[in-house]
């Protein structure tokens, strides 16, 4: 019967430990505001910026190449051919809500489709976009 109460603390421990995509809002935003007070996440610029065209990379000239338009459906990385799951939170439970999984993603993505790491500010947008938010 110890096994029990073991199994309830591992439980507890790792859900104290998921994130939302709405505390992943709030540390983007607030990472930005330092930068920029009063910066206040947008949806609209956020969907701007996974529709534009950077052109770093002609097979991945936007975040679109692979997510397709819609981020609430599968899309497929356009030089390995992987399945990607969709990025939209309300597609796909799994998306942001780790952090560390989150900032591997904008980093490599970033790099690859925008030339360069995302901003704080952008990556709040984005994820606003992707949630439905402001």
Not at 36 to 61: C, D, H, I, L
Not at 66 to 80: A, D, F, L, R, Y
Request: net charge positive; with cysteine.
């Amino acid at each position: 019967m110890k096994i029990l109460p073991l199994i309830a603390v591992l439980c507890w421990t790792s859900m104290a430990q998921a994130e939302t995509p709405a505390q992943m809002l709030a540390v983007y935003e607030s990472e930005a505001a330092r930068q920029m007070p009063g910066f206040q996440a947008s949806g609209q610029r956020g969907g701007a910026f996974f529709t534009k065209q950077f052109k770093v990379s002609e097979k991945m000239p936007a975040c679109t190449a692979c997510h397709t338009e819609n981020p609430g459906k599968p899309g497929s990385h356009v030089v390995t051919g992987k399945a990607i799951q969709p990025l939209a939170p309300a597609a796909n439970v799994e998306r942001l809500t780790d952090h560390t999984k989150v900032e591997k993603w904008f980093r490599r993505n970033c790099k690859e489709v925008v030339g360069r790491e995302c901003a704080p500010a952008e990556k709040a947008d984005f994820i606003a976009y992707l949630t439905g938010g402001r």
